[in-house]
C-alpha cells in the first residue's frame, strides 16, 4: 500500500502553472517530504523539500523562485506549485517521505536520504 499519492500533473504550455499535491495517511508520521523528477534517461532529481518541525524549506537552483513547496496540516498533503514552467521541466514528478531526514541544505534532498516514494506524476511542458 502506497503511504504517498502524487496528483496534479499533466499537460501546460510554456509559462503555464501547476500544482502538485501529495498526499499521506494521518497515521503516518514524515518529518521531512520531499519534491523530486525524472525526465527520461536522466537522473531522479531533487527538488525542494519540507521540514514538519519548522516549516523550514529548501530548494534545488533550477527550481529557485519558480517553484514553491508547502503543507497543509489539516488535509495531510504537501504541495509543489510550479509556476513558468519550462519545456525542461518535462517529467515525472515524485514526492518522497522521511520520518527522521531533516533537510538542512539542498545536499538533504537525496533519493538515498528518503525512505517512503508515491508512484509519481507526468508533467508535460509543451505548446
Known amino acids: 500500500q502506497l503511504q504517498l499519492v502524487e496528483s496534479g500533473g499533466g499537460l501546460v504550455q510554456p509559462g503555464g502553472s501547476l500544482r502538485l499535491s501529495c498526499g499521506f495517511s494521518?497515521?503516518?508520521?514524515?518529518?521531512?517530504i520531499g519534491w523530486f523528477r525524472q525526465a527520461p534517461g536522466k537522473e531522479r532529481e531533487g527538488l525542494s523539500c519540507i521540514n514538519s518541525s519548522d516549516d523550514s524549506t529548501t530548494y534545488a537552483d533550477s527550481v529557485k523562485g519558480r517553484f514553491t513547496i508547502s503543507r497543509d496540516n489539516a488535509k495531510n498533503t504537501v504541495y509543489l506549485q510550479m509556476n513558468d514552467l519550462k519545456p525542461e521541466d518535462t517529467a515525472v514528478y515524485y514526492c518522497?517521505?522521511?520520518?527522521?531526514?531533516?533537510?538542512?541544505?539542498?545536499?538533504?534532498?537525496?533519493?538515498?536520504?528518503?525512505?517512503?516514494w508515491g508512484q509519481g506524476t507526468q508533467v508535460t511542458v509543451s505548446s
Open positions: 494521518a497515521s503516518n508520521y514524515f518529518h521531512a
Open positions: 518522497a517521505a522521511d520520518r527522521d531526514l531533516y533537510c538542512a541544505d539542498y545536499s538533504s534532498i537525496d533519493r538515498v536520504n528518503f525512505a517512503s
